[in-house]
């Protein structure tokens, strides 16, 4: 059998068991609604794009005109080439956002954290240990795993989802190691739940650790002001590190981020490979997302507004006797169990016009498929309406 065989057969396995993703080909910008091929015009309750920004006219017309004045792209890595105007205009704005003295900027949230605990662990390689709750975000998971084929002495660790007695234990286990970091997930993804911030950073604090958080689903959602999971803990700028993505609250096109200490971003310039080796955010994505984060820090009323769609759409999914989470995140899931059975679902709910997408293993545990339920402070009750409504047929 050749490799070409083995993949063949490996999707025709994919198929009959109900598993194969299909790409949805959209005809429309993202938004509260959007036309699919083949289907037409969906409710969208599967985006990330939280407060609306992702076709917001302001955000457009900033990524329209960035490029006119500084071209389609960087030309190489930043430290060939050079940085730019739109890129310090960003990091310094993402910086005050994050209430940390400085910020760097990459081309995904994948790379941000592909950046910093790998660059951590080889630095302090033989000293250091990494503790990462089991649940957290794929990028991170890989990350660690990337950190300690590099740094071959590096320790690494995993405590039990939320537990904060489990995370006690794994930072005893690792007293040898004169650096220890803590790495979570703020909101996790797939669950809607949030780290118990206040008390992992009592923990690092009384442990000597150092504390990562990944706020890509926080920030924007969570916090009075929208700042994020810090600040919904009394936290906000207490956080060592903090790292985000630009793909999804603000602005929905592309980027991520790492906020932190002056010295640490200035290490991340010097010797973290993806920005070494990978070119800079281009001007229309980075314009895109500084005017994202500009209207997020003046404007409240957008998440304001999102609180309100995410109350009224688990109050009505209740009703209809689904179960639903409860906390401040925008993440709804609801568990189905099979995959092919969440994807079933998803599929019935694209019929009746509402764009939810099921996720099955490996994206969660077996047996924990689910339907995950978004939305956006740009939906109108009358689209959170018609959505209930096709819950209630499903």
Known sequence: ????????????????????????????????????????????????????????????????????????????????????????????????????????????????????????????????????????????????????????????????????????????????????????????SMEGDLAPLDRIHALCREYHADLVVDDSHGVGVVGETGRGTAEHFGLHGRIDVLTGTLGKTLGGAAGGYVAGPRSLIELLVQKSRPQLFSNALPPATAAIADKAVEILMRDRSRVTRLRENVRFIRDGLRKLGFETVEGPSAITPIILGATSKAIAASQRLLELGVFVIGFGYPVVPEGKARLRVQVSAAHQREHLSRALEAFSKL
């Open 1 to 188: 059998m050749s490799l070409w065989n083995k993949i063949d057969a490996d999707l025709d396995a994919m198929r009959a068991q109900g598993q194969f993703k299909t790409l949805r080909l959209l005809t429309t910008p993202m938004g509260p609604t959007a036309t699919i091929e083949g289907i037409g015009p969906v409710v969208v309750l599967c985006s990330n794009d939280y407060l609306g920004l992702a076709n917001d006219p302001e955000v457009v017309a900033a990524g329209a005109s960035a490029a006119p004045r500084w071209g389609a792209g960087t030309g190489s890595v930043r430290f060939i080439c050079g940085t730019f105007d739109y890129h310090r205009a960003l990091e310094s704005r993402l910086a005050e956002l994050s209430a940390t003295q400085a910020a760097t900027t990459y081309v995904s949230c994948w790379n941000a954290n592909e950046a910093i605990l790998p660059t951590l662990m080889t630095v302090a390689d033989g000293q250091i240990a990494v503790i990462s709750d089991e649940l957290n975000h794929a990028s991170i998971i890989d990350a660690i795993r990337l950190g300690r084929q590099i740094a071959k002495n590096a320790e690494a660790h995993v405590y039990r989802h939320t537990d904060v007695a489990d995370l006690e234990a794994k930072l005893k286990a690792a007293a040898s190691k004169p650096f220890r970091v803590v790495v979570t997930d703020g909101v996790f």
